[in-house]
């Protein structure tokens, strides 16, 4: 029923629009602010919005309607529809007023005699009027196959099983000499374990001094040293990016190489450093 509510101004009003002209849907409040004045003239969502300011909304698009409300100063007056159905609200009222912070989480009483039975029971077939209730039976009771429908009823029937199942169980209680024609006994897959690159690798042992390397290592020609026994012979400097030199067996800087190597009377020393 259409009735006319009056919100003294001046702005904000308190309430949220939706719908309009070109939306194809009437105008409608979606949301009412708690303490508004929306709600102290007890606006509600979903009330349908009729005229404003007495200009009719059924011309009006979305912004034509906030601009009409936008331009209300000293009051609004809003002419809604409302529907009968009534809606349960979750407001506490004081003094006849909806209170803006408290809610009421109370369910309200509902009829429930129209309920035949207050637990659950068996369901009842649907009888139309006229008509027995009564499943009328299209075999004579007389007949063999009455008596073999109605008697199979009191039997227990036995579970069915797939064709596959039976063929399972077959092979389970059967001995292997009974097996059905058509199949074969398997072994389980068994991995095999890969030797080769797949297994652990050796720890390198330092020429120097003897100790097994883990981690970074040094490697001349057919000998692992550590980083800090890469060093000369005689004078234990270290051979990381200096160059180094054998003489049997031992290494050496090329100083004490050169000293160790001296050619006979009359020949010079000539360096040869091996292709990359």
Known sequence: MPQNVVLPGPAPWGFRLSGGLDFNQPLVITRITPGSKAAAANLCPGDVILAIDGFGTESMTHADA???IKAAGHQLCLKIDRAEARLWSPQVTEDGKAHPFKINLESEPQDVNYFEHKHNVRPKPFIIPGRSSEPTASVPPESDVYRMLHDNRNEPTQ?????SFRVLQELVNDSPDD?????RSVRAPVTKVHGGAGGTQKMPFCDKCGSGIVGAVVKARDKYR????????DCN??????GYFFVEGELYCETHARARMRPPEGYDTVTLY???
């Open 66 to 68: 906030q601009d009409r």
């Open 159 to 163: 579970p069915r099983q797939s064709g």
């Open 179 to 183: 097996r059905p024609a058509g199949t």
């Open 226 to 233: 550590h980083p800090e026994c890469f060093v000369c012979a």
């Open 237 to 242: 400097l270290n051979l990381k990016q200096k």
């Open 274 to 276: 091996p292709k990359a």
